[in-house]
């Protein structure tokens, strides 16, 4: 059975600025725990929660991470992101052959694709990267990796358009998944919401996504 969430449409997050989303998610938001380690040879578990509801326009995902260590190399969209603390959204409608990834480090830097399969994709154009809102605990500043405990949030907003859906005819539900991964950080991990069954590590499996209702 997959993994399941419903999710509700919170009014507030039409008119409060993306600063003031991190307490109205944690409050009303549907809690979903980024705590599966699916792949033995990365045991390494970062403390990370993420709280989710959805505007008239856009869906809403507050992330909420401990752990050891933090890097943030990458201030660029389209840069390699998940080689720095980072978490992600990927997401499919249910008629949808594709699916669409959404990564962000630390800092709110994002990169986000429309794919066929993992290998055929396309970026996004910049002008669409403009309309994803972020807001991070942490400065906007590249830094090399920090050790030590860390603490960080990061809210993040995602335009009902820009996964093919209409904010005013949401189907009952999509499929997803939440991540949270540091390939190039000193405690390489691969962290997942629902379980992927695969050998090697692998998060462009949309048949392991879990189910989002509305």
Known sequence: MKKQLKITYISELNVQPIGFWGDLLTQK???????????????????????????????????????????????NDHEPV?????????????????????????????????????????????????KILRHSSLEKKTFEEKQGMAEWSLTVGIPFELIGLDGKNLPEKILANFYKCGDGTQNVH?????????????????????????
């Open 29 to 75: 938001g549907a809690i979903g725990d980024i705590d599966v380690v699916n792949w033995k040879g990365f045991p390494h578990l970062p403390q990370t929660s993420f709280f989710v509801g959805y505007s008239s326009s856009a869906l809403c995902i507050h992330y909420k991470v401990r752990g050891e260590g933090l890097r943030a190399l990458f201030a």
């Open 82 to 130: 998940w080689q720095d603390s980072c978490v992600e959204f990927f997401c499919k409608r249910i008629d949808q052959e594709g699916y669409y990834n959404f990564e962000f480090n630390c800092i709110g830097t994002c990169l986000s694709a429309v794919h066929k399969t993992r290998e055929d994709r396309t970026s996004r154009p910049l002008e669409e990267m403009t």
């Open 190 to 214: 691969y962290v997942s919401w629902a379980p992927i069954v695969v050998e090697q590590p692998d998060f462009h499996r949309p048949d392991f996504f879990g189910e989002i209702y509305f």
